[in-house]
């Protein structure tokens, strides 16, 4: 009886889908907590993954975005997709409360506490506007540090202060480094055969 119960155990884990078993990763800093529903082993052609954020201050406004981490105190850019104008490219999310004129109906509000949840797409390669060098980037992610991250909108572009990274990784990739913007739940760990 004991092995039925084990066959029947294992069958079912077998058949549970691949996004049930996902590694979410996690990331807090000052009272922000940054969750992802995935953030190992990700499809390298790309895929969706939810967002879910809380403690964040509902006076400023954040991008969520998938970018390359250029490390603590330092903007998180390229972001895959750029400038998201028409909130359309499922790239980026504009959470805000009290945006600008022109972002009526395009930032999404905060929830109670701060807090959001929403998805974006990330792929191995991110193709961006860099705002900083005002070129067209193309970044191979399995070879730089990647994260998906919350930094504050355009309206606070030098204020840090909501910085929160969750690395992240794709199949076949190397380990990212350690999230920064405080302790990390959970770290992405790449899988596959050893």
Request: charged share 25%.
């Amino acid at each position: 009886m004991r092995h039925l119960s084990a066959a029947i155990g294992l069958t079912v884990l077998l058949a549970l889908p691949a996004t049930a078993l996902a590694e979410e990763g996690s990331a807090t800093r000052d009272g922000k907590t940054l969750t992802v529903s995935k953030a190992s082993d990700l499809a390298v052609d790309g895929e969706s993954v939810r967002v879910r954020g809380s403690g964040y201050d509902r006076s400023k406004g954040i991008y969520v975005a998938f970018c390359v981490d250029n490390g603590e105190g330092k903007v998180p850019t390229p972001c895959g997709g750029g400038a998201d104008t028409e909130g359309s490219s499922g790239n980026s999310v504009w959470i805000s409360d009290l945006p600008p004129a022109y972002g009526a109906g395009l930032a999404q509000p905060y929830g109670d506490g701060g807090s959001f949840e929403v998805s974006i797409r990330v792929a191995a390669v991110l193709r961006a506007d860099d705002p900083e060098t005002e070129q067209d980037e193309t970044v191979d992610c399995r070879t730089t540090r990647r994260a998906v991250v919350t930094r504050n909108d355009h309206t606070r572009s030098d204020d840090r202060s909501q910085d929160v990274v969750v690395p992240v990784s794709f199949a076949s990739a190397t380990a990212p480094a350690a999230s920064r913007g405080g302790s990390a739940a959970r770290q992405p760990v790449p899988t596959g055969s050893t």
